[in-house]
């Protein structure tokens, strides 16, 4: 850390916000000290300075100071920087404290601390202490971002670029490569996915983000793509990944006092067998989904129909042998 | 450090030299790392210290170092910084005038940096997405305080809200919204619930009494944590395999030493008793990865993956090779192996009689 290009930044802030009227470069020279005099140095430097306010959201204008639009000026105005008014209640405060701490460890957690920061500048006092808001609300929620292609796709999103990825879909013995118009990204029964437009398909694809193998690149400059005029991503996903209609019924022998994770399911109170056992009736939709649950309830559970969800759990126990 | 023009002594009074000694106290030790914040951290930071003081007409030494995150010499250390801040126009002047004397900040002149910068893209987007997940949360209270944030920090970011759509959590709906709310019941009156829970490691349905700690939603799944009378410990529970749930006429009794977990330190962690297994998955059953907490996944040839994790019960691994049938198999530990093709050839035996 450079104190002293700390000090320069802070004075060009103020210096910018406090003029009213475009400033030129040279203006901007004489106002704030530790600029050097060498004209060339100064030039690479003021770049590099307004790249530095630019990339923390300060709001830095360029503007024509005469007609013929020779000679180019900066200035900040207060509206385009300043926080607005902004007041909450105490239950909104607490609730504040709450939402910051959802991200904790995960690729947002800087965020939501630097927008906790401004807040608090801006007179709000949050609640962060455990013992606050979440004691009365009973409640901790957490989101992690463990897929190290969140950071990358959250960015895309945020600047409407393409990306390219590595992409290793379920079943498949290896990654193929993917150009995709990201809208959105959903986290859903805990898992990250990215929607958008894939190009190379010409079609609307969802991933998942531990699916992602590798670097996600951009391949175009911010703003080089857009989102369809109201796309919800939450839907997209959510049509996506929703399961099929269960058309199909199975008739299953059940062990008493096991398959609990088939009973849940069942359509009527279990029948009596007089071997001791019992009959129960599960909806189902896809048989190979289905074949590798049953399976796992081994010896307790056995498939009296249908005759095709019968041979598949046999496969499915074959296979273990083999 | 240039001396500033047309000013006496420095901020902290008495004359104290600027960037000296610390007032008011001994310092806190500065954490680690902190010496490594970037140039443009520290302006961040300084351009909300400056509306941190000024929204609070004054504001104590320590008390505003702990909300920064700082070590009160830190502190100083900013405030001297801004202190010194001089431009000229074309006479030397000073934008910021403030005191720290009595260990008590006041910021006397401010100009244009008396308000906090807007909030940036990320910055609304971290709050708003999170605001808009705890608005799915099954059983939160304060609902109205929520939407009424969410409006106002809509309204304050403006354009920077925008993209916060395009990224959600959403949390799963158990499928008893009753035992959400008499979990939240039984935590209100501090009461002993009775539960019928499934585990499906061991494909049973338990019935334990249970004093409720909290609600946990972690990951967009809602979990009960509680003092477990049958377990004599802390458990876990997930909403959706509560398949029964009753408020008891029995104060919860949560023991003192009861830890909550550190969820941010992930909710499942290894111990000491448990087994070391490895398996070998096919491409079909690389998901297993995905799902269970993994301790290495190796690739091996034809995208078959070479996975090892450790659990305190083997019971679900086993059910996990019944399930994965030829794209997967279990390599180690050695009686693992040997039972998962035991429940295999009972299962045929099974099917060969029935």
Redesign the interface.
Known sequence: MSRRKTERLLSLVVCLLSTRRYLTAEQIRQAVAGYPDQSEAFKRMFERDKEELRELGIPLETGSLSQDGDDIGYRVQRQAYELPELRLEPDEAAVLGLAARVWQHAELAGAAAGALLKLRAAGIDTDERDSGASARQGIEPRVATTEPAFGPLWEAVRDRRPVTFAYRAAGRSGPQARELEPWGVVNRHGRWYVAGRDRGRDAVRVFRLSRIEGAVRFSGPPGSMTVPAGTDVREVVRTWDSAPPQENTAVLRVRPGAGYGLRRYATSPPVPAPDGWETISVPFSETGWFADHVASFGADVVVAEPPDLRDAVIRRLKGVLT | M?ERPGRAGAPGRGGAPRGGAPRGGAPRGGAPGR??????E???????????VV??KAAGLAETAA??GLSERELVDDLN??W???????DPYC??DLSYEGGEIVVSQA???A?????????????L???R??AD?P????RS??S??IA??E??A?E?AA?S??????V?KPTGDAAIERI?DA??RRRRVHLRY?V?GR???TERDVDPM????????AYLEGWCRRAEGVRLFRLDRI?GLEVLGVAAAVPEDAQPRD??RGLFRPSADDVHVTLEVS??G??VA?YYPCESAEELA??WLRIRLRTPDTAWV??????????GRVIAPDDLRTR??D?????????AS?
């Not at chain 2, 010496?35 to 443009?40: L, N």
């Open positions: 240039s010496g490594a914040a970037t140039s443009a520290r302006l961040q930071r300084l351009l909300a210290l400056v509306p941190y929204s609070r909300a920064f910084l801004l010194c801040v001089e431009l000229r126009d074309p934008p910021i100009e244009s940096i308000r906090p910068l807007r909030l940036a893209v990320d910055e609304a987007s971290a709050l997405v999170a605001l997940m705890l949360v059983g939160l209270e304060d305080a929520l009424r944030l106002k920090l309204a304050a403006g920077a993209p759509t395009q990224v959600a959590v959403q799963d939240r935590l209100a499934y499906p494909d049973e349905a909290r609600l946990l939603v972690v990951d967009g799944r398949l969820v941010d491409p079909g690389r998901w995905e034809d995208g086993r059910r996990l090779a019944l399930r994965l049938g030829e794209d998962v093709r429940d295999a050839t009972a299962a045929l035996a099974a099917y029935g």
